[in-house]
């Protein structure tokens, strides 16, 4: 079975340009999570999706930034202008149920970097 | 809420050697504790997890860790380590919801 897809796997992009980062969850898994590594924070969890509804967003660093997912099977992540410290690998998990006490399971990122 | 501490960020060992990695975590509330790995320019996947029952968990790749309720550690360990164990190793903490806590990181990097 086909694991968490992400696209673009790299994305290098200037300052002011919006950017999607686009995320595929596994077959039947019913939440989604957003993640973002850097090496100053670590992994942040920007926003978690039940049921295709955002029930936290409250790691979305700022208006410009914003999370979709119109059905099961896509999500998006977009920024909305592009900023230097934006650069960051975004990650995106799913997990079968809403409880956090089984295995995420996370696509391969997309890393970002903006001139 | 809940918090993760790495207490090393970085170990470097020995092909063939034991390591060990720390990690402590606070809660208030029973907790479900996990080890990922993730190995460079890909994703995070699980190592292990403790949910309840035995405190000494085994997990893939030779990897064990053991739940310290007292100590309120969860510390990760390999008897010998090859090349390929060269990684980061995130410790993380959950308490039966959607938000798992993870800690900084440590790298190992295991010379031959």
């Known amino acids: 079975d086909a694991g968490v897809i992400q696209s673009p796997r790299h994305e290098v992009t200037e300052m002011g340009q919006e950017v999607t980062l686009r995320c595929k969850p596994i077959?039947?898994?019913?939440?989604l999570f957003w993640y973002r590594q850097t090496m100053m924070r670590g992994l942040e969890l920007l926003i978690y999706f039940n049921n295709n509804v955002p029930i936290d967003d409250s790691g979305m660093p700022e208006d410009r930034f914003s999370a979709k997912m119109p059905n099961a099977s896509f999500s998006t992540l977009k920024i909305q202008p592009s900023e230097p410290r934006d650069s960051a690998v975004y990650f995106c998990?799913?997990?079968?149920?809403?409880?956090?006490?089984?295995?995420?399971?996370f696509g391969e990122g997309s890393r970002l970097t903006v001139l | 809420a809940q918090s993760v501490t790495q207490l090393d960020s970085q170990v470097p060992v020995f092909e063939e050697a034991p390591v060990e990695l720390r990690c402590n975590y606070s809660s208030s509330v029973s907790v479900y504790l996990f080890w990922y790995v993730q190995y460079p320019n890909q994703g995070l996947q699980l190592l292990l997890k403790y949910l309840s029952g035995s405190t000494l968990v085994k997990g893939i790749n030779g990897f064990e860790a053991e739940f310290n309720k007292s100590q309120t550690s969860f510390h990760l360990r390999k008897p010998s380590v090859h090349i390929s164990d060269t990684a980061e190793y995130f410790c993380?903490?959950?308490?039966?919801?959607?938000?798992?806590?993870f800690g900084a990181g440590t790298t190992v990097t295991v010379r031959a």
């Open positions: 077959s039947g898994h019913n939440s």
């Open positions: 993380a903490v959950s308490s039966n919801d959607y938000k798992l806590s």
């Open positions: 998990a799913s997990i079968p149920g809403p409880l956090n006490t089984g295995e995420l399971f």
